[in-house]
Nanobody, 123 residues
Framework: QVQLVESGGGLVQAGDSLRLSCAASGRTFSSYAMGWFRQAPGKEREFVAAITWSDGNTYYADSVKGRFTISRDNAKNTVYLQMNSLKPEDTAVYYC????????????????WGRGTQVTVSS
């Protein structure tokens, strides 16, 4: 059974940093791309960043480029999202997801999802 479990969310102030983790289990993900998405209340799910397990290629949304960094630890089957210089508009539930496709920003193409972790940034 495939499981993606996010952790690391919390309440921080603007300008602070957080690191989210996504622990993956239940299958071999070497052919997958892993993505982070977020969804704020009343808004659509939004792509944040993605990475391929195999070679570590990355892709970012313009809104987080230069502030967020996605990485993976193959030995631990874990993907990370380092978030720096957080802004109140980054407040959302952050989800980890996996797709057999190459890196894609469309959430509809992701096959597996975690339950999410809340990130709240106060001004």
């Amino acid at each position: 059974q495939v499981q993606l479990v996010e952790s690391g969310g919390g309440l921080v102030q603007a300008g602070d940093s957080l690191r989210l983790s996504c622990a993956a289990s239940g299958r071999t993900f070497s052919s997958y791309a892993m993505g982070w998405f977020r969804q704020a209340p009343g808004k659509e799910r939004e792509f944040v960043a993605a990475i391929t397990w195999s070679d570590g290629n990355t892709y970012y949304a313009d809104s987080v480029k230069g502030r967020f960094t996605i990485s993976r630890d193959n030995a631990k089957n874990t993907v990370y999202l380092q978030m720096n210089s957080l802004k109140p508009e980054d407040t959302a539930v952050y989800y980890c997801a996996a797709t057999i496709q190459t890196i894609v920003p469309a959430w509809q193409l992701y096959d597996y999802w975690g339950r999410g972790t809340q990130v709240t940034v106060s001004s």
